[in-house]
Nanobody, 123 residues
C-alpha cells in the first residue's frame, strides 16, 4: 500500500515558477514509476510527466521544456518543478504511483493516487 500526499500548489501569475512535491509512504517506493497528471475544470485528467524507477523521464508535449520531474528515493519524494507557467496550466495536479507501467501516459496503469493540489495561473 502506498499513500501519496501532494503539496506546493497555489496561485501564481503567468511566467512564474512553482514546485510541487509528492510525499510517499511505503518501502517499495524506489521500484515504482511515478507520475504527475492534471485535471482542469470540465476536462479529462491528462498526463503531465513521469519518471521511471531508474529515473528515465517523460513529458507531455504541452509541458516539455518548462517542467522537470525528479525523484528522491531516500526521502520518498517526487517533485515537479514548473517554470514559465501559463494560464492553461491551471488545474488540480495529482501524483500517481504504479509498479508495472510501460506506457507512462496512461492513467489506468497507476495504482495509487494522491488527493491533488490546486495550481492556478493568472494572466
Amino acid at each position: 500500500q502506498v499513500q501519496l500526499i501532494e503539496s506546493g500548489g497555489g496561485l501564481v501569475q503567468a511566467g512564474d515558477s512553482l514546485r510541487l512535491s509528492c510525499a510517499a509512504s511505503g518501502r517499495m517506493f524506489s521500484t515504482y514509476s511515478m507520475a504527475w497528471f492534471r485535471q482542469a475544470p470540465g476536462k479529462e485528467r491528462e498526463f503531465v510527466a513521469a519518471i521511471s524507477w531508474n529515473s528515465s523521464t517523460y513529458y507531455s508535449d504541452s509541458v516539455k521544456g518548462r517542467f522537470t520531474i525528479s525523484r528522491d528515493n531516500a526521502k520518498l519524494r517526487v517533485h515537479l518543478q514548473m517554470y514559465n507557467l501559463k494560464p492553461e496550466d491551471t488545474a488540480v495536479y495529482f501524483c500517481a504511483a504504479g509498479d508495472v507501467v510501460v506506457t507512462f501516459w496512461e492513467s489506468t496503469l497507476y495504482t495509487y493516487w494522491g488527493q491533488g493540489t490546486q495550481v492556478t495561473v493568472s494572466s
